[in-house]
């Protein structure tokens, strides 16, 4: 793939996901030439996602749909979205920062390992269960978006193109990950590790051995939005930056 096309990748592979998992849970959906969202069907502002728009009438559209929902909700503003970032602002939302878009051949990835550690796929419910819990120990809002996560999971079943994962220490459940094939490539998300076994190169070995599940499944390239903390360790598996994703932020008050 060129570099433009795998800029291209990053935002439609994190573009289908997020409208998968918000019809799954109950979202408004649209995707027209004008605009591509999902809205409603989430408590986490990240899932309350605008991932196209192509006029700036978009942005005051959102707003109001996530006003009628009730509920927090975000822009995600890749290279091909044309909005003034300073529109989305000035209609009241807010700066959430950044995820840098990175992409590598999976076959060129670099190889990690860690003693005791091993990888299985979540295939039912008994084990999407353990992966929830594993996810509430220490991701994003924890408990509250591992639950909502996890019961949009269970209605997407556990066929490609999920492939969820568990990690395991010395019979522990210690990590996370989830691959979405999408876009022609393989997203990889949700990639955690319980704070008490942090920086001993689960991660990176988790990352590694659900990608090599990615490749296995026909996918050759692995892209991912990182962030701050996961950056350097993806850049030693050999995942490079192609663009920034930049995020958009709103809530309700009161």
């Known amino acids: 793939m060129t570099d433009a096309e795998l800029v291209r990748a990053i935002e439609d592979n994190l573009a289908e ?105 979540v295939g039912d419910d008994d084990a999407l269960t353990v992966w929830e819990a594993t996810l509430g120990r220490g991701f994003g809002e924890g408990e509250r978006e591992a639950r909502w996560v996890a019961s949009v999971y269970r209605k997407l079943g556990y066929g490609d193109p999920w492939q969820h994962y568990i990690g395991w220490l010395d019979g522990t459940p210690v990590g996370t990950a989830t691959v979405f094939l999408g876009a022609g490539v393989a997203g990889l998300y949700f990639v955690m590790t319980v704070p008490e076994v942090r920086r001993r190169g689960i991660g990176a070995a988790i990352t590694y051995g659900a990608l090599r599940g990615a490749l296995e499944a026909g996918a050759e390239y692995a892209v991912l939005g990182s962030s701050p903390a996961g950056r350097s360790v993806y850049e030693r598996l050999g995942f490079r930056e192609y663009c920034t994703i930049e995020l958009y932020e709103w809530a309700p008050t009161g």
């Open 17 to 121: 996901l997020l409208m998968a998992m918000g019809a799954a849970g109950g979202g408004e959906q649209r995707d027209d030439a004008e605009a591509r969202w999902t809205i409603g069907g989430s408590p986490i502002d990240y899932h309350n996602a605008v991932v196209a728009a192509y006029d700036v009438a978009a942005v005051a559209e959102s707003l109001a749909l996530l006003k009628k929902h009730g509920v927090p909700g975000s822009w995600h503003a890749g290279p091909s979205m044309p909005i003034s970032r300073a529109a989305i602002q000035a209609a009241g939302f807010v700066s959430g920062g950044s995820e840098p878009g990175m992409a590598v051949r999976i076959e060129e990835l670099v190889p990690a390992d860690v003693p005791g550690l091993s990888l299985t796929r």
